[in-house]
């Protein structure tokens, strides 16, 4: 690396232009919305800058705390869940055969590049009360029946008398079922690389010395993993945290997030003042899970070096 | 080695041998299905003939032909690959000079600059679509341009979340540079410009098709931020697609997600092969 005294010139050439982009398309329209959260509604669509606290003193209404709240347990909910369906799918495509191990990781990756509306879309189709979660549950439930009818058990007795499909959309579980759908394969790929580097003659030398496959798994491979646990809980909880289209689509009227409230300020109640100060609060989220990843990784490399 | 030797041997299952544990095949099967079973069925109902989606009727392309007869959902499509393109542009050359900059030179405040280049990775992205929607509106971009300048607003916005992905993507296949070459170069007489041209961009090539293509899809992904910058005579795929969702569930809109779903699983694949080459080659030119 050279120091950019030497070649002013193309020091400059190369880094104005884009300075420039991020500072007036970025940095500025995020200023802006950072000002607008001190700012009063002045008549329908003018907004005064007072520097008033009062946008932030509304986010700590019960009705907004509650919002907060219910989009961190769907975050949490979500990278709880994803961790763990996510470890075994990692840990399986680790030590698979050299052949499949791309054909793996490729089919983990190639869902994450799809339109998320189209995944989000897809994931209608199926949850639906005519959708097919519901067509495969009564498909079972014919089964069930006639297999109960050949014991004797009688025909559409025990399992009653008619199908009710279940309501698999717009509620809570829908808007986990979907973030879950939606994050898995950030959950996967960096628990992936963790693993990837795990040295193999350690679980060995676990297992000459007595552990169990369990013990093993949980005081060897687990912590060796823990950098990657942690990467994937963020690069899961953060998005999740500030998901606006899946609790959009897929959630009830009981299940909205932060984004959807959020974008209501901006685009139906016209409240923009407030909706800043919410944004804001979210953003400020965000920071602090990263730096809680910053610390835990800066803790685990003290402790690889020592 | 040991462990080949266990890894050959297909009789008992090693200890080890996680992957062939029946439990494991079912989690990765399980999981595999959760993954691609919704997918799937969209485009596999896509070319079924009947409105209702779930019984099989078969095989048809009328909902293509739907999909192809309906102006705005066309509208919509030109509209996103026209964005696309033209952002692709401007963020492949801004992502470019930011690995650049970052590879290469030493400045005050580098850290500061990197972590705000990351930014718009991080940031959630209804913050940046709330910025931006407050951002034309108060500096009045004109929203009566005729097409397609009347696309540059998203166009900026798509600009600013992409290009600090290309740069590290670019970033990464400079780490391969071995900058004895360009000091070779410039011994023997090149100018700034020509070590550039002749030597810089040739090797970033592979980094550049790939943070291109990256930067393609994540555009033609994007509806957040598109959400907030567009109007009514700007819509794009993803956001007339939104409409068309919330109002109901068509086979039509299948088949208009085939396409697209189609067309980002050859550009993927094509990045990623890309890439892949791109982190060979160093070691290539080191042997």
Known sequence: MEDWRRTPLVFWVTS?????????????????VWVMSFGELDGLVD?????????????????????????????????VISLVVGFPVALAIVFASPRWRPILLLLVILPFW??????????????????????????????GNTVLALLGLGSYQLLGERFEPLELLYNNSAVVIGLVYVHMPFMILPLYAALERLDRSLIEAALDLGASQFRAFLTVVVPLALPGIISGGILVFIPALGSFLTPDLLGGTDSQMIANVIERQFKGANDWPFGAALSFLLMYLTFAALTVRALVNRRAERRGGA | MNLAKVFRNREPIGPLEYTRRTWMRLTLLATFVFLYAPIVTL????????????????????????????DGLIEAFVNSLTIAFVQTIIATILGALTALLLWRFRFPFRG???????????????????????????????????????????????????????????????????????????????????????????????????GALLAFTLSLDDFVITFFTSGPDTVTFPVKVYSMVRFSVTPEVNAASTVLIAMTVVLTVLALWLQSRAKLKPEEVAG
């Open chain 1, 47 to 79: 907004i005064k800058i007072t520097g008033t606290l009062a946008n932030y003193e509304r986010a700590l209404d019960p009705l907004y705390l509650e919002v907060f709240g219910k989009s961190l347990l769907f975050a949490g909910f979500t990278t």
């Open chain 2, 43 to 70: 485009v596999a109902f896509s070319f079924n003939d009947s409105r209702r989606n779930i019984v099989w009727r078969g095989f048809s392309l009328k909902y293509y032909e739907q999909a192809l007869a309906n």
């Open chain 1, 114 to 143: 799809t339109n998320l509306l189209i995944r989000t879309y897809a994931l209608i189709a199926v949850l639906r009360v005519r959708g097919f979660a519901n067509f495969s549950l009564e498909w079972l439930w014919d089964q």
């Open chain 1, 16 to 32: 104005l232009p884009p300075s420039l982009w991020l500072i007036v398309f970025f940095l500025i329209p995020l200023a802006l």
């Open chain 2, 112 to 210: 500061g600059y990197e972590g705000a280049m990351a930014l718009p990775i991080v940031i959630p992205e209804i913050c940046m679509g709330v910025a931006m929607l407050a951002f034309f509106s108060r500096i009045g971009w004109p929203t009566d341009l005729p097409w397609p300048l009347n696309l540059s607003a998203i166009t900026i916005a798509h600009v600013s979340f992409s290009f600090p992905f290309v740069a590290v993507v670019v970033r990464a296949r400079l780490e391969g540079f071995n900058r004895e070459l360009s000091e070779a170069a410039q011994d023997l007489g090149a100018t700034e410009w020509q070590v550039f041209r002749d030597v810089m961009v040739p090797f970033m090539r592979p980094g550049l098709v790939a």
